[in-house]
């Protein structure tokens, strides 16, 4: 497992900007994909973006496609979440995960490892 650690987190109002970090404990990039995942209250955990290394493709689920963007240092072993436009239905604890798969999956069961989370919190 690599270790991974999320910073960037915090308290916005709506229509704002956050950008999210992750920066992992060794080089993920000869194999896998790097994603951002969410848990809001009440909620499952749910797919937000991730980065495929072999292909360098990219990946957003539809509720933030538009508004936030994914992006990748390999040289770094970082990952990037841009968040515009958020909106108070944004607000979730974000995680970063890693898994060492040759495609992008959206479900969080291939990754297995895990960030220990920053809260994201959207006011209206």
């Known amino acids: 497992q690599v270790q991974l650690v999320e910073s960037g987190g915090g308290l916005v109002q709506a229509g704002g900007s956050l950008t999210l970090s992750c920066a992992a404990s060794e080089r993920t990039g000869r194999t896998g994909v790097m994603a951002w995942f969410r848990q809001g209250p009440g909620n499952e955990r749910e797919f937000v973006a991730a980065?495929?290394?072999?292909?360098?493709?990219?990946f957003h689920a539809d509720a933030v496609a538009g508004r936030f963007t994914i992006s990748g240092d390999l040289a770094k072993n970082t990952i990037s979440l841009e968040m515009k436009n958020l909106k108070p239905e944004d607000t979730a604890i974000y995680y970063c995960?890693?898994?060492?798969?040759?495609?992008?999956?959206?479900?969080?069961?291939?990754?297995?490892?895990w960030g220990q989370g920053t809260q994201v919190t959207v006011s209206s």
């Open positions: 980065v495929n290394w072999n292909t360098g493709s990219r």
């Open positions: 995960a890693a898994a060492q798969s040759s495609r992008i999956r959206t479900n969080a069961a291939p990754y297995d490892s």
